[in-house]
């Protein structure tokens, strides 16, 4: 089974193979099936050769990345049909040629092999009698050789599965026990260990042939335990060899007192000296969590060394980024190209938070300033462009008396007032203040006073931060959602008893009952209500809701806009303000 691996470069490290009988260079056609997992047609990838293989051919690689290869002229043909009626005649089957001209017999594979050794050994001959026996043998043959022994000696272990089989109708349990004992053990170097997994790995099949065992689950669990534990200490060893090599080489390097050479990959993986010693995320490097002791030292030394220039070269290039490359997460982050880079904290102003660098202490001096200026500029420009109205509003110089303190309010609570709160304040302006606010983006509705602007996702969501920021709230329940349920257009929402109740005026709405509605959906409903309250009898056509003049009933329309339902307009029309009397349907006066 192939695995399909994100693979952005193909390097290699060899260009010949073993083919089952002999060493051989690649061609062109293995060549470029091998290359092209680079990309996996999803994206150009590329390939090309280590430092142990001489560099392909021009006229190879122009052929690799045009798909130009010889035609397959010649295609290898084994027999499906098997004549099991003897030994012989199995044999004989394998040999049958080709029916068709483009087709050649294929070499004797290793099923071929096993059954041609086994044929010789009078035992054998004597229990493969008759067509039940003789498929039962070729069954046995197909057992793989994982371990790449001689065919004679893998011959052997298929012979005595055979003789079991034939003989008791199952693999004998204390043979199976046997070998399963022999690849056990997890002692032994590398090349020991791989021996003893490909070995389990043979029992691990004989377990799920059907009918091979008497006890077939408890010697699949078994050799599955055993070949997971083998694994695990081939990876250790694996690793420690890796370790110590590394170690061996940085250390070599940092007594030279040489500046070790250094790669870091689109990713953010540090290798120095083609050794992979962790991750530069941002301005921050992180060690590889699996060096400890004196290869940690030398990781961290090395590391330190061949990447002095690199924090210098980042500074520079975070500082001429564009806004574009730069965002700003809902809990904080500031992230540059996907990478951690600072965090905001509290400022004494709301709408000013301070700038905290996740950096090492190596980004020191000029560097360090660069990117704190850089951040602060970004930030100060989303505070700026997003929350402009609230900006202006709390900076005005055109505004004084009772419209500034109005301003100061609005800028004070994010945006919206009650109106009922500063009623007083409100009949106290006259037309040029009241025209100055507007300016300014101020919306005098029935029931608020309120930037309609703020009312957007982004907006919102920089709002919820900066207040969640200020009073400590990131982790209170509601954080995030109720700007989630903004930016899913919905006009109002159920509350939730657990929320941070300030979430939900940051995001525009106001809690009414037991929903939460957005502040211009109310003003809207207001525009609906205003002339059915304000019609009289006998002045024409009576509008939908219209009663006497002084009430209104709640029409579909009403509730249509609010998304609510009958019950939740009592609380909600309560919430504005609004008497209902005791008729079916009621009747809704103003308090």
Not at 104 to 130: H, I, M, N, Q, W
Not at 141 to 151: E, G, M, N, Q
Not at 301 to 308: D, N, V
């Amino acid at each position: 089974m192939g695995l399909n691996l994100d693979v952005d470069h193909v390097a290699f490290a060899q260009n010949r193979k073993f083919d089952g009988f002999q060493y051989r260079d690649l061609n062109p056609a293995e060549l470029g099936q091998i290359a092209g997992r680079a990309g996996r047609h999803l994206r150009d990838g590329t390939f090309g050769v280590t430092g142990q293989v001489d560099p392909f051919a021009d006229e190879l690689v122009h052929r690799i990345e045009a798909h130009e290869f010889d035609p397959v002229k010649v295609l290898q043909w084994r027999t499906a049909s098997f004549d099991l009626s003897s030994v012989d005649a199995l044999k004989a089957s394998l040999d049958t040629p080709p029916p068709v001209d483009g087709l050649t017999r294929a070499l004797p594979a290793a099923d071929a092999k096993v059954l041609e050794f086994l044929s010789r050994d009078g035992d054998v001959r004597a229990l493969a009698e008759g067509r039940e026996r003789v498929g039962l043998l070729w069954e046995a043959c197909v057992l793989p050789d994982y371990r790449r022994i001689a065919p004679a000696q893998h011959a052997e272990i298929v012979g005595a599965v055979f003789s079991d089989l034939a003989r008791m109708g199952h693999v004998d349990e204390d043979y199976m026990a046997e070998q399963v004992k022999r690849a056990s053990s997890t002692e032994g170097d590398i090349d020991t260990l791989s021996q003893r997994i490909a070995q389990i790995r043979t029992w691990t099949f004989v377990s799920h042939r059907p009918g091979w065992l008497a006890d077939a689950t408890h010697w699949q669990e078994k050799t599955r335990e055993i070949e997971d534990s083998l694994s695990d200490a081939l990876h250790e060893r694996l690793t420690k060899r890796f370790v110590d090599r590394r170690t061996s080489v940085l250390m070599k390097r940092l007594r030279e007192n040489a500046m070790p050479e250094a790669e870091i990959s689109p990713v953010g993986e540090v290798l120095v000296e083609g050794h992979h010693v962790g991750e530069m995320l941002g301005f921050r490097f992180t060690a590889d969590r699996s060096a400890e002791g004196e290869d940690a030292r030398a990781v961290k030394a090395a590391a330190q060394k061949a990447l002095a220039a690199e924090f210098e070269t980042r500074a520079d290039r975070f500082a001429a980024s564009g806004n574009g490359d730069l965002a700003l997460d809902s809990d904080g982050l500031l992230r540059w190209l996907g990478q951690p880079i600072a965090t905001l904290v509290a400022g004494e102003d709301a709408l000013k938070p301070r700038i905290v660098l996740l950096a090492d202490e190596q980004l020191t001096g000029p560097a360090r300033d660069k990117v704190a200026a850089r951040a602060e500029r970004f930030v100060t420009y989303q505070v700026e462009s997003l929350l402009k109205p609230l900006v202006d509003l709390r900076d005005t110089e055109s505004l004084s008396g009772m419209a500034r303190g109005i301003a100061f309010q609005l800028a004070e609570n994010f945006g919206v007032l009650n109106r009922r709160t500063v009623a007083e304040d409100v009949r106290a302006l006259d037309q040029d203040a009241r025209a100055s606010l507007r300016r300014l983006g101020v919306r005098f509705g029935a029931y608020h006073i309120f930037v309609p602007a703020l009312i957007k996702p982004a907006p919102a969501g920089l709002l919820s931060l900066l207040w969640a920021l200020k009073n400590d709230a990131k982790d209170k329940p509601g954080y995030g959602d109720v700007v989630a349920a903004l930016a899913a257009g919905r006009t109002s929402i159920v509350t939730d008893p657990a929320f941070e109740k300030a979430f939900y005026g940051l995001a525009g709405y106001r809690n009414l009952g037991r929903r939460a509605v957005r502040v211009d959906i109310l003003e809207r409903l207001a525009d609906l209500i205003r002339p059915a309250l304000s019609w009289k009898p006998g002045t024409g056509a009576r509008p939908e809701g219209g009663y006497d003049g002084a009430a209104f009933v709640v029409t579909p329309a009403m509730m249509s806009i609010l998304g609510a339902t009958a019950d939740d307009m009592e609380a909600i029309l309560k919430g504005l303000g609004y008497r209902g009397d005791r008729n079916r349907p009621k009747r809704w006066r103003r308090i």
